[in-house]
């Protein structure tokens, strides 16, 4: 069985370390580990450290660090472009991409969004989620999760893929970069407009015959690109 992951600002600098506050009440009073078993640090920078914890009380945990590491950052790094879903649909979504391997997501108020974002609470909600899945994934690094863009605000970068039912392209023939970034869009529940999927440029991209849902067509996108960039 895999460690368990904890999330922290940085990771320790001396070989004995308390882990507390939320992760240290997460690991000693829910997980309830104890001394002997050991446990995984991420700073979601890349930075990994296993430790081993020495001595458990309520909300904090005594840990002997072993090893630190570095997992280097992925290239290309993948972007999805998420339509903003009702529901749970959209944390769904988030919480998928992040499992499979996503670097950054950027929530898009697309023209065919039934929801609507009137403040930041879907926003910490969707950032709340992306941190729950690192830790369940065991990722060294967590994803940026940006502020909500309308499709005029939208700024795309790197080789962009459109997702669209329309598409003739199969997502597994398109050329690759082999360094920089990708950017894949995927719509909300409605699909791409037209004259969104003009303004957004780039190369409009199917995944097969299916036409999935918009919580898990970008993470079936993100699992088959992690097949071709060799990163699975």
Same mark, same amino acid.
């Given at each position: 069985?895999?460690?368990?992951?904890?999330?922290v600002a @940085?990771l320790?600098?001396?070989?004995l370390?308390?882990?507390?506050?939320?992760?240290?009440?997460?690991?000693a009073?829910?997980?309830?580990?104890?001394?002997?078993?050991?446990?995984?640090?991420?700073?979601?920078r890349?930075?990994?450290?296993?430790?081993?914890?020495t001595?458990a009380?309520?909300?904090a945990?005594?840990?002997?660090?072993?090893s630190?590491?570095?997992?280097?950052?992925?290239?290309?790094a993948?972007?999805?472009v998420?339509g903003?879903?009702k529901?749970e649909?959209g944390?769904?979504?988030?919480?998928?991409l992040?499992?499979?391997?996503?670097?950054?997501?950027v929530?898009?108020?697309?023209?065919?969004?039934?929801?609507?974002w009137?403040d930041?609470?879907?926003?910490?909600?969707w950032?709340s989620t #992306?941190?729950?899945?690192?830790k369940?994934?065991?990722?060294a690094w967590?994803?940026?999760?940006?502020a909500a863009c309308?499709?005029?605000q939208?700024s795309?970068?790197?080789?962009?893929?459109v997702l669209? @039912?329309?598409?003739?392209?199969?997502?597994?023939t #398109?050329?690759?970069?082999?360094?920089? @970034?990708?950017?894949? #869009?995927?719509?909300?529940e409605?699909g791409?407009a037209?004259?969104?999927?003009?303004?957004?440029?780039g190369?409009p991209?199917?995944?097969?015959r299916e036409v999935?849902?918009?919580?898990?067509?970008?993470?079936?996108?993100?699992?088959?690109?992690?097949?071709?960039l060799?990163r699975?």
């Amino acid at each position: 069985m895999s460690l368990p992951l904890f999330l922290v600002a @940085e990771l320790p600098s001396e070989s004995l370390w308390t882990l507390d506050g939320p992760e240290g009440h997460h690991a000693a009073d829910v997980q309830r580990l104890t001394p002997g078993e050991a446990l995984l640090l991420a700073d979601g920078r890349g930075g990994l450290a296993q430790c081993v914890v020495t001595a458990a009380r309520k909300g904090a945990l005594t840990l002997d660090v072993s090893s630190v590491s570095q997992v280097p950052a992925a290239d290309p790094a993948i972007t999805v472009v998420q339509g903003i879903a009702k529901g749970e649909r959209g944390e769904l979504a988030v919480q998928l991409l992040t499992e499979v391997g996503v670097d950054r997501i950027v929530p898009w108020q697309a023209a065919r969004s039934i929801a609507r974002w009137k403040d930041d609470r879907p926003l910490e909600r969707w950032r709340s989620t #992306v941190r729950e899945a690192v830790k369940q994934s065991r990722r060294a690094w967590l994803p940026e999760v940006t502020a909500a863009c309308t499709t005029r605000q939208l700024s795309l970068s790197g080789t962009v893929l459109v997702l669209h @039912e329309e598409a003739t392209s199969p997502l597994s023939t #398109v050329p690759l970069p082999s360094s920089g @970034e990708i950017t894949l #869009v995927v719509g909300p529940e409605g699909g791409v407009a037209p004259e969104e999927l003009s303004a957004l440029g780039g190369t409009p991209v199917r995944l097969g015959r299916e036409v999935l849902r918009t919580s898990t067509a970008g993470a079936a996108a993100v699992a088959a690109l992690s097949v071709r960039l060799g990163r699975w």
